[in-house]
């Protein structure tokens, strides 16, 4: 888990210019600063706030920081408690988070928002009976808030188990496991116990959209969601799951195993590593230190269809990505942060790829490029 580094009064200013340096920022967060000169628990509050509410999640570590190194000053002012839970659960630091729902439950004790924030800390810190304990206090306390009821079943599945679960969809049978290894994992879990997967609409899309493709790669899988589902429509010859976490990797394949009887003919292969523009290079993944590696070392030459998922650092692979595919025709499904929207377009529509379909999602959007014509 990540831990917060503590701030010094000089590193507290460092931090701040490092947010108003960001030319990226939404015009809500640039406002924050002007008229705000000083340092004070004022502006920290309304950067919070702009922050969080912008989903502007680069800059969430920072809040965090800067939340702990001002919190005698924030500890009482329920919106900053909330915002700040939010953005410390987003982004990894679970006693802070489970700190500040606990403080925000203290102010609003028929607000599901503390429970809430404090019952997922919980769940992705692997504290099941603690994360059971806190929604079913929030359930109890809100009147089975409509918020909490999936997440309170997820935390009760696994308390008690089994850790595993069965839906049919689209006229196939499909198995998970539940893992609640991190935020993104959770919430893939709460729609697989659901009955669902995540981005469903957009698979459905996929699912009319790569007929004929046999030899697919996935980069950042998570638990398999998209894996599991891509596999058992088109039943490929080949595919590739590359994912520079760990967790990821084993979640993946073990998915892809409850589900064999799906895709028979189909070999898999799992890569654990992290993709970038230069190779060689050694980058931190949670507790993990790993070589970076680039597209042409990883994926093979005869790929059909690519799918790209990396969080936010898809920002240093447009180059790559465009040099990689310039001379192919691969069916490419991006999710790419807004501030990175126009760049990939343009820069793709510069070697004869269009966008086909695009879904947005407030901060980011998913894309599938195509060759034109």
Known sequence: MNKINKLSSENIIETLN???SDAN????VKKVFSGNPSVSPNLIADLLSAIVQSYYYDQFRNIVRLVAAFEPSLEKNPNVMLQ???AAWAKGFPEECERWSKKLISMAPNHPA????LGLSCLTSQKFEESFRALSAGMQKTNNDQSLIGWFLLSQRMATGPREVAFEKFGKQFRYRLSCFNTQAAESDAAHLGGRFTEESELEFLAGALKGCKSFVEVGALVGNHTVFLASIFQPEKYLVVDADECSIHETSANVELNRGNY???VFTFVESAL???AGEEVQIGSNKLLTRTLEELLPRDVDFLKIDIDGMEGALLQPLVRFVREKNIRIFIEVESQFLEGYERALASIGYRVTHRTDHGNYANLLF???G
């Open 25 to 28: 920022l939404p015009d809500s």
């Open 276 to 278: 970038a523009g230069t």
């Open 114 to 117: 503390g429970y809430l924030r």
């Open 18 to 20: 490092h947010i108003q």
């Open 370 to 372: 195509q060759r034109a």
């Open 84 to 86: 700040a839970a939010f």
């Open 264 to 266: 028979p003919e189909t």
